[in-house]
Each structure stands twice: as structure tokens, then as C-alpha cells.
């Protein structure tokens, strides 16, 4: 009679188990994350990317080349004498300067910064201009007076000057950070030059001014 007692004992809780429904399937969770998983279960929005920094006005970027389709930082054909262009560390300006160190000493008499199909202002006619005056530099008597080059882009000393207005531009030179797009520059260094049988030479140097 024992052994019939716990063998009862021993079904009947079974039994009563079985006996109940099995609960109605809850909503699927998210898995648990395991221990030492730093993921983040829910997935989360891509992080928002920084903006790149605002530029100051002045800010001229470096010349590069093949930002504008057919303009590369480049001696121009025809040119007298070679230049060079390069970014000025210290002021953040583009330095306008000869590549030969002897063509220093040439007697520069204007300087001119416009887009490259502008025809620059000479005698032949009548310094007129029509085109874009990003920087225009000029002596007040061409046969006497001169300046020198290297040159920062903006800014003037000894003989030279500011004649950005006369052509409809901005005194001291557009502000080459305010440019939105990249934009082909054209620099042409005007010089006199009383032994040659030609005296008035003309340098070109072109590049790609990126923003």
C-alpha cells in the first residue's frame, strides 16, 4: 500500500502539468545581448558626419590642377619668361614670382589676374578691359617706373599700383576664398624690357583655383 502511495505521488504531478495549456507565444523579444557584447541591440542611425570647416574670406586654397576641364597650373605658351605660383604659408595669399631668379631684376609694369580669354589692357587698345578684374596692378609711368617681382596676390609696395577699381574690381584683389566653384585663373606679368628690340614683354602662368 506504500509503494502504490508514492507511486501516485510520483505521476500526479506530471499529470497536473500536462493538464494545463501551454501559454499563448509571446511577442518575438530582441536577443539578449551576451556578456561583454558592447553591440547595441536596436540598430542605430548612421552617426552624423561632420561638416567640413568653414573657410575664412582671404582663404585661397592651393592651385591645383584638373579641377577645371582644360586648365592646368602651367607656364603658358608664348610666355617671355617663366613664372612660378605658389601658396604663401605665412599670409595664406597665392606668391606671384619668376622661376628663373635672374628675371628678379626685371622691370615689371603691370600685373594682371583675369579669367583666361580676357585680352589684358595694353597701348594697342587703349587699356581698355572687358573680362573679369580679379587683381590689377599697374605702374603710373611705364617707361620710368617699375616694381619687382615676387608679389603677393592683394597687396602692393614700391611703384606699384592697386588699379583693380579702374577695370570695375574689387581694391586689393577679389577674395579668391569667396569663389564657390573651382575657377581657371589666368596671371599675366607685363614687363619692360628698353634693350630688346621689343620692349614690352608678356608672361602668362595659368591654374586651377579650387575652393
Known amino acids: 500500500m506504500k509503494r502504490i502511495w508514492l507511486l ?47 573657410k575664412k574670406p582671404g582663404d585661397v586654397g592651393q592651385a591645383q590642377s584638373g579641377d577645371v576641364p582644360g586648365c592646368s597650373a602651367a607656364v603658358m605658351p608664348g610666355s617671355d619668361h617663366n613664372l612660378a605660383v605658389s601658396l604663401d604659408k605665412d599670409s595664406g595669399r597665392y606668391l606671384i614670382d619668376f622661376a628663373t631668379p635672374g628675371d628678379r631684376a626685371l622691370h615689371v609694369i603691370a600685373l594682371y589676374v583675369t579669367a583666361p580669354e580676357d585680352a589684358i589692357p595694353t597701348f594697342k587698345n587703349g587699356f581698355k578691359f572687358k573680362g573679369t578684374p580679379y587683381w ?13 617681382l ?5 597687396t602692393v609696395s614700391g611703384k606699384a599700383l592697386d588699379v583693380s577699381k579702374n577695370y570695375k574690381g574689387l581694391e586689393g584683389g577679389q577674395l579668391l576664398g569667396s569663389l564657390t566653384a573651382p575657377t581657371c585663373l589666368k596671371i599675366t606679368v607685363v614687363t619692360f624690357e628698353a634693350d630688346q628690340e621689343q620692349s614690352f614683354k608678356s608672361s602668362e602662368y595659368q591654374l586651377s583655383y579650387k575652393p
Do not use: H, W
Open 8 to 54: 501516485a505521488a510520483l505521476i500526479s504531478p506530471a499529470c497536473s502539468n500536462s493538464s494545463k495549456k501551454d501559454p499563448a507565444p509571446a511577442a518575438s523579444a530582441a536577443p539578449a545581448a551576451k556578456q561583454g557584447d558592447s553591440r547595441p541591440i536596436v540598430s542605430q542611425p548612421d552617426p552624423v558626419k561632420r561638416a567640413d570647416p568653414v
Open 136 to 148: 590689377m596692378v599697374a605702374v603710373e609711368k611705364p617707361f620710368t617706373t617699375y616694381f619687382q
Open 150 to 154: 615676387p608679389i603677393l596676390y592683394g
